[in-house]
């Protein structure tokens, strides 16, 4: 099967600019997450969707950061503006409701602010 | 508030060597362990762990969980260098956020030749 599709592989935008980054999950896996892994740290969750509907959004910074997944399939993550502390490895994931197959991770967007 | 602490943050052995990642939590609600190889960028899943005492095998990696202890371990035999890479120990709790995983920081596992 393929795999979670994530685009760019790499960005770097200088800060108060804006970015996107897209998330295509593996067809049939009605739950999608968003994680920002910063350099030495493990990643941490910034919003999953079940389906096209919201689960948890509680550590997104509501400020510059915002997420979509309108059809429920693939998904879009946007800062604006960017600002420095948001440099760090964007990682999309997805699984089926159950959980039962586990989770699959994109390659992930390297992002750097400067 | 729910934590997962992985030790040793690093570590540098031999090709041959045998190490032991440790990873203990604290968190209410736990479903389930899993642990994932980190190379580049992508995780790769390793194993998921739900029952105490039930050892996962998978070649020379193998691993387990003490529900009554809060830890899990995971071991690699005979090293290789392209063991090299972090591994990442990551909670999945019931309720709530169902599915959210709570990672430790990771383990950096350096293999020289």
């Known amino acids: 099967e393929a795999g979670v599709a994530q685009s760019p592989r790499y960005k770097i935008i200088e800060k108060r600019q804006s970015v996107a980054f897209w998330c295509n999950p593996i067809?049939?896996?009605?739950?999608l997450y968003w994680y920002q892994q910063i350099l030495g740290q493990g990643p941490k969750l910034l919003i999953q969707f079940q389906n096209n509907g919201v689960v948890d959004d509680s550590q997104l910074p509501k400020d510059r950061f915002s997420a979509e997944r309108l059809k429920g399939v693939d998904s879009t993550l946007k800062i604006q503006p960017a600002k420095l502390e948001d440099s760090a490895v964007y990682l999309c994931?997805?699984?089926?409701?159950?959980?039962?197959?586990?989770?699959?991770f994109g390659s992930g967007t390297r992002l750097t602010v400067v | 508030e729910d934590k997962v602490v992985q030790s040793p943050l690093s570590l540098v052995v031999h090709e041959g060597d045998t190490v032991t990642l440790n990873c203990s939590y604290e968190v209410t609600n736990f479903r389930s362990l899993l642990w994932y190889k980190q190379e580049k960028k992508a995780p790769t899943f390793l194993f998921m762990l739900t029952s105490s005492g039930i050892e996962k095998k998978s070649g020379r990696l193998s691993s387990i969980l003490d529900k009554k202890e809060l830890f899990s371990i995971l071991n690699i035999t005979a090293t290789q260098t392209g063991d090299s890479a972090i591994y990442l120990c990551a909670v999945v709790k019931y309720g709530g956020s169902q599915g959210n995983l709570i990672f430790g920081k990771g383990t950096k596992l350096s293999v020289k030749p």
């Open positions: 994931a997805s699984s089926l409701s159950n959980l039962r197959s586990g989770y699959t």
């Open positions: 067809s049939g896996h009605a739950t």
